[in-house]
């Protein structure tokens, strides 16, 4: 694993580097829109060094997401694998259920402090929709979150939750109607309104949100170097996160970037298979190249149009990454693997049967590349999975999965009241 040989660090580079990340990232965007990111990138650059901002952001996020989330051991897993001890970070205890409301309270604050009213958002499984809408509520935001119309039916339950806290929700007719063509009516709405604040979900996007979104969610990585020290009296040996945008997975490396005992694990959604349009495996199977404001890897047909994507997990079935990501993968230092839809459905059975706990299937994408690698550590290694969210949300996927029947039965007994 390497670390670059100068006086920069990768985690100075991320943050200093004014969008650009080795070859990947800067702003590609109609000139409608320049003024308000240049004002977003000014703005973010001041408050990462105002104490007043970063004590509010603190305190938010430790008052209404109940900070610092659990860092809990698996030891029953652990056991049954023969290897590495498996830890888990919870961020599913966060309020509403996954890491996203981290980077939606630092960027709500933000957008309060530019004086804006109405917030835009776009949303894949349904979480950052969620956490964006919980936070303008209590924030006093006006806010419409797109979705494309695939994840609007297969999510339902975070729909619904979002309209209860008074966000319009839009489904997205176009496209494959997930989180590309959410994204893709953002941008729209954005340019109509530029007086607005794009609340973007992920490290992804032009500048300055890979950074910013970067910025936001490190308290995770920050979180687990302290409990893990406590705990397990040593630093990981190994950091795994699953990729969809690359929100959670920023959240957990950031802190370690410049440690090279720490390996770091990227783990994308293989889906049902190799082909185009079976899985969204950017790192491993994308090509460069430049598309909703940025340069990083995306998947594309033949003719460089964006290709289909699959996943069973709404949040990972995304066609891009974070230029960042796309930057450390180029240097070597985060390795990126793929779990397939089956093995993730596997992991949210096994965590649930032998530690307690209901995770989402975005990160069981990570728990499933865990239990690959685990047996071939020794005992005294550790694996800090991160728990990028809760299960809850995926009630009709995974019950489709596991008990057809009584779901079918339940469903019919619902038409009937
Ligand atoms: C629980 C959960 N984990 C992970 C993701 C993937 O996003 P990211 O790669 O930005 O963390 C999502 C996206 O919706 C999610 O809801």
Redesign the pocket.
């Given at each position: 694993m390497q670390i670059i040989e100068t006086e920069t660090t990768y985690k100075s580079a991320i943050l200093n580097g004014k969008g650009h990340f080795g070859p990947y990232g800067g702003c590609y965007v109609p000139e409608v829109l320049m003024p308000a990111l240049e004002e977003m990138a000014q703005a973010f650059e001041e408050i990462q060094h105002d104490p007043i901002f970063l004590k509010e952001f603190q305190d938010t996020l430790n008052e209404i997401s109940g900070r610092p989330t659990a860092f809990t051991p698996l030891p029953r897993i652990s056991k049954r694998l023969g290897g590495a001890m498996l830890y888990m970070k919870n961020e599913g205890l966060n309020h509403t259920g996954?890491?996203?409301i981290n980077h939606c309270i630092g960027q709500a604050l933000l957008a309060k402090r530019l004086g804006k009213q109405r917030i835009i958002a776009e949303?894949?499984?349904g979480?950052?929709g969620y956490a964006t809408a919980a936070v303008c509520a209590r924030l006093g935001l006006d806010c419409t979150v797109y979705m494309g119309r695939k994840d609007y039916e297969r999510q339902r339950p975070n729909v619904y939750w979002m309209e209860l806290l008074g966000s319009k929700v839009v489904p997205v007719d176009d496209g494959s109607q997930t989180l590309n063509d959410a994204v893709i009516a953002a941008f729209k709405d954005w340019v109509a309104n530029p007086e607005s604040f794009y609340l973007l979900?992920?490290?992804v996007g032009p500048h300055p949100f890979p950074a910013m979104n970067t910025f936001f969610q490190k308290i995770v990585g920050e979180e687990i170097r302290e409990q893990c020290l406590n705990m397990a009296g040593k630093l990981p040996d190994y950091c795994i996160a699953?990729?969809?945008?690359?929100?959670?997975?920023m959240g957990i490396f950031y802190n370690f970037l410049d440690e090279a005992s720490v390996s770091l694990i990227g783990v994308e959604a293989g889906g049902k298979g190799t082909k185009p349009g079976e899985h969204a495996s950017k790192l491993k199977r994308g090509v460069e190249g430049i598309f909703e404001g940025y340069h990083s890897y995306f998947l594309q047909d033949g003719t460089g149009n964006i290709a289909a994507t699959h996943s069973v997990s709404?949040?990972?079935d995304y066609c891009g990454v974070s230029p960042i990501l796309a930057w450390l993968s180029d240097e070597g230092r985060i390795q990126f693997e793929n779990a397939s839809d089956e093995e993730a459905l596997n992991a949210v059975q096994s965590i649930a049967r032998e530690e307690g706990f209901i995770i989402?299937l975005?990160?069981a994408h990570g728990f499933a590349h865990a239990f690959k690698l685990a047996p071939t550590l020794s005992k005294e290694q550790v694996i800090v999975i991160n728990a990028?969210?809760r299960g809850e949300k995926d009630l009709f996927i995974t019950m489709r999965h596991f008990q057809e029947e009584s779901l079918l039965t339940y469903a019919k007994h619902l038409l009937n009241t």
């Open positions: 996954a890491h996203k949303t894949g499984a979480q950052h979900g992920s490290a699953c990729v969809g945008g690359g929100s959670n997975a709404a949040g990972l989402a975005e990160s990028s969210g």
